[in-house]
Nanobody, 122 residues
Framework: QVQLVESGGGLVQAGGSLRLSCAAS????????MGWFRQAPGKEREFVAS????????YYTNSVKGRFFISRGNAKNTVYLQMNSLKPEDTAVYYC???????????????WGQGTQVTVSS
């Protein structure tokens, strides 16, 4: 079992930045691919970014490339999502997840946090 707890969400104006954190406990954090997903009201949960267990490889959905950056600190059992140049369409509940594939959808992830709300005002 892996327990995940997100933090760092909030309200920010368009063009601003936020840094999300996800703290993990339980089984070996460094064994897992870590991902960030988001879900806006009335929409399906969508992939945002993922990072390999070694942190060498990262992958992003096209809409956030160049604006969002995922990183991890295996010694601290934490994964981060730095979000810059935020847009109103980035408004969603953001979830971190632990899984086995960097390129799969939500069903490739076994453990999920409770989510943190990000709201971007125009």
């Amino acid at each position: 079992q892996v327990q995940l707890v997100e933090s760092g969400g909030g309200l920010v104006q368009a063009g601003g930045s936020l840094r999300l954190s996800c703290a993990a406990s339980g089984r070996a954090f460094s064994d897992y691919v870590m991902g960030w997903f988001r879900q806006a009201p009335g929409k399906e949960r969508e992939f945002v970014a993922s990072i390999s267990p070694s942190a060498i490889n990262t992958y992003y959905t096209n809409s956030v490339k160049g604006r969002f950056f995922i990183s991890r600190g295996n010694a601290k059992n934490t994964v981060y999502l730095q979000m810059n140049s935020l847009k109103p369409e980035d408004t969603a509940v953001y979830y971190c997840a632990a899984g086995t594939s960097m390129y799969g959808g939500p069903n490739q992830y076994d453990y999920w946090g409770q989510g943190t709300q990000v709201t971007v005002s125009s």
